[in-house]
């Protein structure tokens, strides 16, 4: 099971730190990823990063702004998100991938979600 949280109102610029805390013994095996979803649009890639830690990925629009982390000791991803924008307001998820080989970046590489958390920018 998983569990985002962090997310509410920002004003353009600022920061917001979401978290997902995970339950079960398998995590700190489990690649994991943030993904998003604004209204109308399509969910679509944000971050992703290895069971170790050592790869990350990035979507274009957020490589610089955004860092995934993860500490398999808290069973707990972050996506500390910087220098938020408007177009950045979403659900954003996590997800957790059992295959431990891949860092995906296809929604469907991915076996477990969680249940989202809002994030709203504001200009």
């Known amino acids: 099971q998983l569990q985002a949280s962090g997310g509410g109102l920002v004003q353009a610029g600022g920061s917001l730190r979401l978290s997902c805390a995970a339950s079960g013994r398998l995590f700190s095996t489990c690649a994991m990823g943030w993904f998003r979803q604004a209204p109308g649009k399509e969910r679509e890639f944000v971050a992703a990063?290895?069971?170790?830690?050592?790869?990350?990925l990035y979507a274009d629009s957020v490589q610089g702004r955004f860092t995934i982390s993860r500490d398999n000791g808290k069973n707990t991803v972050y996506l500390q998100m910087n220098s938020l924008k408007p177009e950045d307001a979403a659900i954003y998820y996590c997800a957790a991938d059992r295959t431990s080989v891949r860092v995906g970046i296809r929604g469907d590489e991915y076996d477990y979600w969680g249940q989202g958390t809002l994030v709203t920018v504001s200009s």
């Open positions: 990063i290895s069971w170790s830690g050592s790869t990350t």
